[in-house]
């Protein structure tokens, strides 16, 4: 029976929004556990976006490893910088789904990117985008669903 991603996502945001080496001060309820179980170990085939940021780099050792270093805040961003748009998901353990990114400067897409992942609880995954000009970036992660792609998520920023 497939479940409603959307009750795994917000349980996950709750859980998983802190940085890596800050443990939860609350434990989740068992009802809250019982449903990312549950869709963990289902059939569904959508992964849930549990975390995106823009980052400076991206740790690549230590307990650290594939995490986001430095997140920037929109103030932080400057003309010229590259940042990395970095992903964390829920995928369900036996699903395989194929996730895209696509950046638009002004209306104008400029960048789009694709990645195929595999059933984890925490699957991060990340992406170098060039912020080459002034105006408006908007950043969208799909959910590559045949020919109906579902948007999971999308921001907007402003360059000066």
Avoid at 51 to 77: N, T
Avoid at 135 to 143: A, C, L, Q, S, T
Wanted: hydrophobic share 35%; glycine share 4%; charged share 30%.
């Amino acid at each position: 029976m497939r479940k409603s991603p959307f009750i795994a996502l917000y349980v996950c945001l709750g859980i998983a929004a802190a940085p890596p080496t800050v443990h939860a001060d609350k434990a989740p309820s068992s009802r809250e556990t019982r449903q990312v179980v549950e869709y963990y170990y289902s059939d569904a085939e959508q992964p849930v976006l549990m975390d995106f940021r823009l980052c400076r780099g991206i740790h690549d050792a230590g307990p650290d490893r594939y995490e986001c270093r430095e997140p920037l805040s929109e103030s932080e961003l400057t003309n010229g910088m590259r940042v990395y748009a970095w992903m964390k998901f829920l995928v369900p353990q036996d699903a395989t789904p194929t996730i895209m990114l696509r950046v638009d400067h002004d209306a104008r897409t400029r960048d789009t990117w694709s990645r195929r992942l595999e059933g984890a609880v925490r699957y991060r995954t990340w992406h170098a985008v060039n912020l080459d000009r002034p105006g408006r970036w908007r950043m969208e992660v799909y959910h590559a669903n045949g020919d109906d792609p579902l948007r999971l998520f999308s921001r907007t920023v402003r360059i000066d």
